[in-house]
C-alpha cells in the first residue's frame, strides 16, 4: 500500500474543487480504513462546489468531500472486534458525541455536538477513508455495489417514510429530487395503498411514475390539492412526505393533508414558511415530524433489511458512473438535473 | 316540571346575549335530558357575545349558549339503557358523526362533520340541556361540582399534557390562561420534573406559581429562552405546551424547545405563523401536535381518574359564583382578564 | 318482498344444523337490513355444528349461524344516514355496548359486554341478515364479492399483523390456516423482509409457499428454531404471528423470537400453556400482544385500503362455492382440511 | 494512591465471601476510574453468598461482586473527555457490545453480548471500581449518596413502570421487596390514579403504605383480585407491575388485568408458569412486556429528572449502613427480608 493517496478536496475558500495527492489516513485506535469502491454526489456537495452561503460558513479547507460511498475495510484499530479487514462497509457519516441529552435518549441523530465525514472532517471522494468502527455498517453481499453507495440518502428516505404508519396509508411525496424518489419506492414497499406526488420537472415526474406513484402532479399546473382531495373520496392524504424545502410545496401539501394526518418534513427551506397552524395543524390535529439524517441505527436496520430481501428497486434512479478524476464531468451532470444519482470510482471503474 | 326554562341565548345577530322562556327541550329516543347544576363561561363564549368575525360567521340565532357544566340526568329516551334519571354528569359538547374516516379511526375529536352543543345546537345556560346519550359523562358524586362544570376545558389540558410522554420531561407552558393554568397542574401531577411558564399577565404568572409551576416568565422582559436553557444544562424543555396562540410566544416555545422535543399547540393564532422550520423543527428532529378538543373518550377517563384519585388541585382557578340571571355581571368579570373561571347557576345557587 | 326467508340454523341443543323458513326481521329505526350475497364459513361454525363443549355453553338455540359475509342494503332503520338500500357492504359482526371502560378507550373490539351476530344473534347464514348502522362497512365496488365475503379472518390477519412494526422486520407465522395464510400474505404486502411459516398439514404449506413466504417449514421434523436462527445470523425473527394455538407451536414461537421482538397472539389454546416467561418474555425484553378481533374500526380502513390498491393477492385461498342449501357439502369440505375458504350463496349463486 | 486496595470477593467456587487485598484497577484508554463512596446489596449478591446453582454456573472466581454505588471519578483514560476527575457519578453495569442487532436498535439493555459488573468482572464492592467511560452516569449533586447508591434498582422500577402510559392509571405492584416498593412511589409520582399493592410479608405490606400504595393486600388471605375489581367498578387494574417471580402472584395479576391493559413482568419465575393464555392474554387483548435492566440510557435520563426535581421519595426504604468490613452483618440483615437497602462503604462510612 502506497504512503499516499488521491481526494478530491476543497483546498481553498472559493468555487471549485481540486484533485490532490494526500497522505493515507493512520487511523486510531477504535477506527476503521476502508479503501473505497463507489460514491455518490450528493446535492450538499454541489453546495460546497458552488461555495454558496452556508458552505462558507461551515467549510474549513482544506478538506476531503463525500459522504455517500460503500468500500472494503482494508485496516482496523487494535481496539476495534467487530469489524475485519475484506469487510463490504458502507457507514454513517454523522459521527455523534455519545454523551450530550440526545445520544442519551437514543437519538444519536440529532446529537448536539454532531460532525459529519465529508464536510467536517476528511471524506470518501479518496481511495481510502477512516472511520470511527462505531460508524461502520456491514453490508451482505447480496446488496449490490451501486446501491451501497447510496444509503446516506436512501436512509433518509426510509426514516422518512418509517416515521410513523405506512401500511394501508395515502401518501403525498413533495419534490421528486432523489430522496423523493426513493421515498415513492420506500412507500409502496411498506404497503402504502395510493401515493401521490408532486414535482415541477418533468423528467422527475416521469421518474416517479416509474417508481410506483400512483398519480403524479406538476404542483403548478395541475391543482394537486382537489386531486388529491377527489380521489381520496374528500378526506385528503393519510401522511405527508415533504421532500422539496419548497415554502409552496410545504404549504400545499399540509392543505392536502387529511385530519389527523401525518406530515414528516426532511426537505430544508431557505427561509421562514409561514403556516396556517389553526387551519392546516391545530384544527387537524395534525402531527408535524422534522426528520433529520438517519435513526442510528434502526434506520440502517431497516434499510438493509429492505435491501437484502429485495424489496426496493431503485434502478431508475442511477446515472452516470465515472472515474474520480472525471470529476467534473459528474458535477455537471449532476447539475443539469436531468441525472439521477451520479456515481464516480476513486479506485477505477473495474475492481 | 313546567313546560318552559330560562336560558341564555343570542336571540339576534349583534352583541350581547338575552335571557328568554323557551320551552324545555323534548328530547329524541337516544338523546338525555340533564337539568343543569353549575355552568362555567369559556372564551369562546365572549366571542360570540361581543358578536366578533368568527361569531357572525358560525353562529346562527337563535341559540342558547353553553359548553361547560354539570348536572343531574332528568329523563332519558327509550332507547338509553347506560344513562339513568339521578346520574350526575357532565357532557362532551362535540357531536362527531360517527362515519367520516377519522371517527372510523378513532379519532372522533377531530371529525369531519362536527357539531358543538352552545355553538351550533342550544347550550347548556339553561336550566335544562338536552344531549345525545353516547356524550354524556357519568361522574363519581366524589367530584365536586365547580370541578364538575369546567372539564370541558381541563380536558384540552389534559389531552394536551398526555398527547406525548410527561413523566420526568421538562414542561414549557406557553400563555397562561385557565387552560394553561391547568396544564400545570396536570403535568406536575403526572411526573414532569420542571414546569417553566410564560405569561405577559402579573396576576396569571402568580396564579402559574401557585398551580405548582417552578418558573414563570414575562415573556417581554424576562428573556426565558436564554432562562430556560441555563435551567436546563443548555438543553432546552423537552415539551412546549403551546396555550396563548399568540406568534411570539410560539416562536419563542420553538426556540426554548430541545432538539428531538415535542410542542403540542392547543392556542389559536389569528393569522399565519411564520415559522423556522429548518431551525426549529427539522435539524431539531421536533415533533409538532394540533391538539383540538379532547379525545372521545380517552381524554375524559384520564381527567376523571385523576380527578376521583384527588391529583389535580384546580382550586386557585375558580372566581366569582352567580345565578344565571346575573349574566352580564359574570362576563365582564371575566372580561376584566382577572377573574378565573367564572361560574353560573341556572337553577340557583343553592341546589 | 316476501315475508319469510331460508335461514341455515341451529334450531336445538345437538350436532348439526338445519335449513329453515323464518320470518325476514323486521329492523329497528337504528339498524339496516342486507340481502346477503356471499358468505363464508368459519371454524367457529364447525365448532357449532359439531356441538362441541364451547358452543353448548355458548349458543342458545334457535339461532341462525353466519359472520363472514357481503351484501347489498336492502332497507334501513329511520335514523339512519350514512346507509342507503343499494350500498354494497360487510359489517363487523362485534356489536359493542358503547359505555364500557374499553368502549370508552377506543378498544370497542375487546368491549366487555360484546354480542356477536351469528353467536349470540340470528347471522348471516339466510337471505337477509340485520346489523346494527354503526356496524355496517361500506364497501368500494372493486372490491371482489369472494373477497368482500371473509373481511371478518382477514380483518384478524391485518389487525394481528399491523399490531406493531412490520416494514423491513423478520416474521414467523405458526399455523397456516386461512387466518395465517393470509398473514403471511398481508406481511409481505407491508414490507416485512423474510417471512417463515410452520404447518403440519403439507396442503396448507404448499399454500403459505404460495402466498408468499420465504421459508415453510414443517415444524415436528424440520426444526424451525434453528434454521430461522441460521437465516437471521442468530438472532431470531423480529415478530411472531401466532396463528395455531397448539402449545408446542407457541413455545416453538417463542425460541425463535428474537430479544426485544413481538409475538402477537391470535390463535386460541384450549388449555393452560406453560411458558419460559424468564428465557422468553423476560429477559429477551419481548412483547407479547393478545389478539382479538378487529380494531373497530381502524382495521377496516387499513384493510380496505389495501384491498382497494390490489396489494393483498388472496386467490389461492378460495375453494368451493355452493348454494346454501348444499351446506353439508360444505361444512364436509372444509372440515376435511383441504379446502381453503368455503363460501355459500343464500340468494343462489348467480345474481 | 497506594497501589493496593481491599475489595470483597468471592475468592472459590462455594459459600461466603472473602476481604481482599487486591491492585487497584490500570485503567484502559476508554475506561474510567471511580472512587467507590456508597455501596447497596443486592438480592443477586446473596445469591452469590449463598452459591445457589444460578452463581455455579455463573460466576467465575475470583471476582468482586457488587453492581450498585456511587462514587467519586478518580482517574480518566487518555480518550475520555465528557467524565473529569472529581465527578459525582454512578454507572450501568451492564456492559453491551455495540454491534449486535439489539444494540444497533437501540435496545442494548437486551444486548446479546452482556457483561455485567460484579458479576462477570470485577464490581464495586471496593475501595475503586473501573468502568467503561460510556457506562458512567454522571449525577447532580443535589441527589444525595444514599439514593444514588441504589439507582440500579430504581432504575428497574423506573424502566417498568414507564414502559406504558402511567398517568390517571390504576396499578396492582405485586410483590413489595425493595424494587416493587420503589415502583409504587414512582408509579404514584408519575401520575397513576390508585395503586394497589399485593405482598405476603406484613413488614413489606406496612412499607408499601408508606411508599403511597392506596390498598395493600396480603395474597393469600385477602382475595386481591375481587377487591381489585370492586374498587375498579368491575374492570380491574390498567397496569400490572409484576415484581415478584412467584407463579401465583403472576397468575393473580393477570386475573386482575383488565382487558386492554398493561403486564409489565420484572420478577424471575423460577420455573415454567402456566398462563391461561386465552382468558388473560387473547381475549383480554393484553400487552404484556418482558423487563429487564434499564434502558440505556433513557431509563438513566427519566431517574435522574425525577430525583433532581425531589419527585420520588425513598426515605422509609434505607436500613441499616455499614463499614465493607461488615459484610457479614449487612448480608445476614438482608438476608432476614425485614430491612430495606442495606448500603456499605469501602472508604468509611465517613467521607
Known amino acids: 500500500m502506497s504512503a499516499t493517496m488521491k481526494a478530491l478536496r476543497k483546498t481553498q475558500a472559493g468555487k471549485g474543487l481540486q484533485i490532490e495527492k494526500i497522505a493515507i489516513p493512520s487511523i486510531g485506535p477504535t477506527d476503521v480504513l476502508v479503501r473505497v469502491k463507489a460514491t455518490s454526489i450528493c446535492g450538499t456537495d454541489l453546495h460546497i462546489y458552488g461555495w454558496d452561503r452556508w458552505s462558507q460558513s461551515r467549510i474549513k479547507p482544506p478538506v476531503t468531500l463525500g459522504h455517500e460511498f460503500c468500500g472494503v475495510v482494508e485496516r482496523v484499530g487494535e481496539e476495534v472486534s467487530a469489524v475485519r479487514p475484506g469487510d463490504f462497509v458502507s457507514a454513517e457519516m454523522h459521527v455523534n458525541c455519545g454523551h450530550c441529552q440526545q445520544c442519551r435518549l437514543g437519538q444519536a441523530h440529532i446529537c448536539q455536538n454532531l460532525r459529519i465525514i465529508g464536510i467536517d472532517m476528511d471524506g470518501a471522494f479518496a481511495e481510502f477513508v477512516e472511520i470511527p468502527a462505531s460508524n461502520i455498517w456491514k453490508l451482505d453481499p447480496v446488496i449490490p455495489e451501486h446501491y451501497a453507495a447510496i444509503l446516506d440518502p436512501l436512509g433518509n428516505a426510509v426514516h422518512t417514510v418509517l416515521a410513523g404508519a405506512i401500511a394501508g396509508q395515502t401518501v403525498l411525496v413533495t419534490g421528486c429530487g432523489p430522496i423523493g424518489l426513493m421515498s415513492v419506492a420506500v412507500a409502496k414497499a411498506c404497503g402504502s395503498s395510493i401515493v401521490f406526488a408532486t414535482e415541477t420537472n418533468e423528467h422527475r415526474r416521469a421518474l416517479a411514475k416509474e417508481m410506483g406513484a400512483n398519480y403524479v402532479f406538476n404542483p403548478i399546473t ?56 389553526v387551519q392546516d395543524v391545530i384544527f387537524k390535529g395534525a402531527t408535524v415530524q422534522g426528520i433529520y439524517g438517519r435513526r442510528m441505527y434502526e434506520t440502517w436496520v431497516q434499510m438493509s433489511a429492505l435491501l437484502k430481501a429485495g424489496r426496493v428497486n431503485l434502478d431508475p434512479l442511477f446515472g452516470e458512473r465515472l472515474e474520480l478524476e472525471n470529476f467534473e464531468a459528474a458535477f455537471a451532470k449532476l447539475q443539469s438535473g436531468l441525472a439521477g444519482k451520479v456515481l464516480m470510482y476513486p479506485n477505477g471503474l473495474r475492481k
Chains 1, 2, 3, 4 share one sequence.
Open 222 to 277: 395541475d391543482d394537486p390539492v382537489n386531486k388529491i382531495k377527489d380521489a381520496t373520496g374528500g378526506t385528503g392524504v393519510d401522511v405527508l412526505l415533504e421532500m422539496s424545502g419548497h415554502p409552496a410545496a410545504i404549504q400545499q401539501g399540509f392543505k392536502a393533508l387529511r385530519a389527523g394526518g401525518r406530515a414528516s418534513l426532511l426537505g430544508i427551506p431557505t427561509e421562514n414558511v409561514p403556516l396556517d397552524l
